[in-house]
């Protein structure tokens, strides 16, 4: 089955971005965004599941994740309200289709979003 797109917002440089909605996480499908602005890009997830959550960056494939050795990157998101926030480094987790895979536990609800930070 395809993994959900996730959509990445940028952020402009000395302007406001409302945040994003973001995708509805369906942990049957995971997610997967584009990877060409991860050097700038913070990872949003939230859980309003009442059980904490997992959330897991999958590692890349070498090349081009001459990181990926480190292997993949597990977040807990708390439960009912919450909502973290990742910053990622495509030399650990660009799979080779120039994307990055996130893995849900099941139940995890909740949404992910990509925000890509201003290139300044």
Do not use: C, W, Y
Not at 7 to 30: E, K, M, S
């Amino acid at each position: 089955m395809p993994r959900d797109t996730v959509t990445v917002t940028g952020l402009t440089q000395n302007a406001g971005t409302t945040i994003p909605v973001g995708t509805t996480i369906t942990p049957a499908n995971d997610a997967e965004i584009d990877g060409s602005l991860a050097e700038r890009m913070l990872i949003r997830v939230t859980n309003t599941h009442g059980t904490a959550h997992p959330v897991v960056i999958k590692a890349g494939v070498n090349p081009p994740a001459f990181r990926a050795g480190l292997g993949d990157l597990s977040v807990t998101v708390p439960l009912t309200s919450g909502d973290v926030l990742i910053p990622i480094e495509s030399a650990r987790f660009m799979q080779a289709d120039g994307k990055i895979h996130i893995d849900f536990e099941t139940d995890h609800a909740g949404k992910i979003s990509a925000i890509a930070l201003p290139k300044v």
